[in-house]
């Protein structure tokens, strides 16, 4: 099993819809969750992150935690073509490695117009 | 503020042949990560340089070996190409320890072997 694990999709949804990207993950000492949205031949950007459990909103997107399940979201309200991309989620736990991140499969998401 | 930049964009080998790739991280960044991306794997990491040293790899062979410089670029080199080591390959840098490790990528090289 993987530490964390992402569907790779692709999600096809229509402009305007609100999207749900998911992760799990086993590692219970993770504390710092992100989200990094890569655009096709570029390298990836961080979005958002968030530490620890709850919500962090920041225009039409929503990361949020629950740490209880094992599951992180991002949602993306009102969406639109542009936000087409592979959305990878991210983690780290404080170890002897100082905050390497683990990484997600990537979800390709395709908004269509 | 210039980004992460990346050097060759494509990279075309042979089976057995060595491979480069360099890293120059943004100016004041002092880590330097190195990840596979091979398609539908996501992010696979390779090596964390900090300072000069290597401070963690990841789980890929020997042959897959790199070095930072003095001015924190870094230097990806991989020797006896196999077929698999096809990718895109992905170099990142950041401030170093910091709480969260926001890492800044480049547009990665992509390696072909034939």
């Known amino acids: 099993q993987k530490e964390v694990e992402q569907d790779p999709g692709p999600l096809s949804v229509p402009e305007g819809a609100i999207v749900s990207l998911n992760c799990t993950y086993s590692n219970s000492a993770f504390q710092y969750f992100m989200w990094y949205r890569q655009y096709s031949r570029k390298g990836p950007e961080l979005l958002m992150y968030?530490?620890s459990s709850g919500n962090k909103e920041d225009g039409r997107f929503t990361a949020q935690v629950d740490k209880s399940s094992k599951y992180i979201s991002l949602f993306i309200r009102d969406s639109q073509p542009s936000d087409s991309a592979t959305y990878l989620c991210?983690?780290?736990?404080?170890?002897?490695?100082?905050?390497?991140?683990?990484w997600g499969a990537g979800t390709k998401l395709i908004i269509k117009p | 503020e210039a980004g992460v930049t990346q050097s060759p964009t494509h990279l075309i080998k042979t089976r057995g042949q060595q491979a480069t790739l360099r890293c120059s991280p943004i100016s004041g960044h002092t880590s330097v990560y190195w990840y596979q991306q091979a398609l539908g794997l996501g992010l696979q990491f390779l090596l964390w340089?900090?300072?000069?040293?290597?401070?963690n790899r990841g789980n890929f062979p020997p042959r897959f070996s790199g070095r930072q410089f003095p001015n924190y670029s870094s230097e990806l080199n991989v020797n006896a190409l196999e077929l698999e080591d096809s990718a895109l390959y992905l170099c990142?840098?950041?401030?170093?320890?910091?709480?969260?490790?926001?890492?800044?990528f480049g547009p990665g090289t992509r390696l072909t072997v034939l």
């Open positions: 968030t530490y």
């Open positions: 991210a983690m780290s736990a404080k170890g002897d490695s100082n905050y390497q991140l683990i």
């Open positions: 990142a840098s950041s401030l170093g320890q910091v709480a969260y490790n926001e890492q800044f």
């Open positions: 340089y900090d300072e000069g040293e290597e401070r």
